[in-house]
C-alpha cells in the first residue's frame, strides 16, 4: 500500500526522496524503521484511516533528549487530503511526544511554497516561528524550510490536547529517557 500511495510525484513533490517506483524503495523502508525505533532516533507509523485503510505516514525524529524536543514529520497519499486524518494523526502524536515520550516541544518543517501543508500545520495549533533558508536539498537544489513549533504549554491549552486519542502497544525501549 505505501508503494500505491507514495508513487504520486505530487504526495513526494515536496521530500528528498520519491516518488517510489518499485515496491523495493517501501520495503527498504521499512525496514530502515525498525533500526531507528531500536536505535531510538525515529519513531515513524502508519496512518490507517478507519473507513479508507492506510493513509500515509506520521513520525517523530531529530530528537534531542536533553532539551526534551523533537521533530514530526508526516505525508499522506492524495485521496487523504483535506480529511480529518491530518488532525487525528497529528493529535496522536502530540499525545506520544508530550504525554508519554515526556518532550517539551515538537516542531515541523514545510516547504513554504507548500502552502497545503503550511496551513495544515497552523490548523492543528503549529506556530511559525521561522524560514531556514537553503535548509533543505532536492532535485540538487536547495531549498529553504519553514520551521513550525509546538511547546507543551500551547498544547495543552490548545485543540489537540482534547482530542481523544488511544494508544496501544508499548513505546519502545530506546525512546523512554
Not at 506520521?58 to 480529518?84: A, K, N, P, Q
Request: charged share 25%.
Amino acid at each position: 500500500m505505501l508503494l500505491e500511495l507514495a508513487s504520486d510525484p505530487e504526495v513526494t513533490r515536496w521530500f528528498s526522496w520519491g516518488p517510489y517506483t518499485e515496491l523495493a524503495e517501501p520495503e527498504a523502508y521499512i525496514a530502515r524503521c525498525a533500526l531507528q525505533r531500536e536505535q531510538g532516533t525515529q519513531l515513524d507509523m502508519l496512518i490507517v484511516d478507519h473507513e479508507l485503510g492506510p493513509a500515509g505516514i506520521i513520525g517523530l525524529s531529530e530528537f534531542s533528549y536533553r532539551d526534551r524536543r523533537c521533530m514530526v514529520g508526516t505525508w499522506l497519499g492524495s485521496s487523504h487530503w483535506g480529511t480529518h486524518v491530518n488532525r487525528e494523526s497529528k493529535a496522536l502524536v502530540a499525545h506520544l511526544g508530550f504525554e508519554l515520550l515526556d518532550m517539551n516541544r515538537i516542531g515541523a518543517y514545510s516547504n513554504p511554497e507548500n502552502v497545503r501543508s503550511t496551513k495544515a500545520l497552523e490548523a492543528v495549533g503549529y506556530v511559525h516561528e521561522g524560514v531556514l533558508r537553503d535548509w533543505h536539498r532536492h532535485d540538487g537544489r536547495f531549498l529553504d524550510v519553514n520551521i513550525f513549533g509546538m511547546i507543551r504549554s500551547d498544547w495543552a491549552l490548545g485543540d489537540q490536547a482534547s482530542q481523544q486519542v488511544k494508544i496501544e502497544g508499548e513505546i519502545p525501549a530506546a525512546f523512554l529517557r
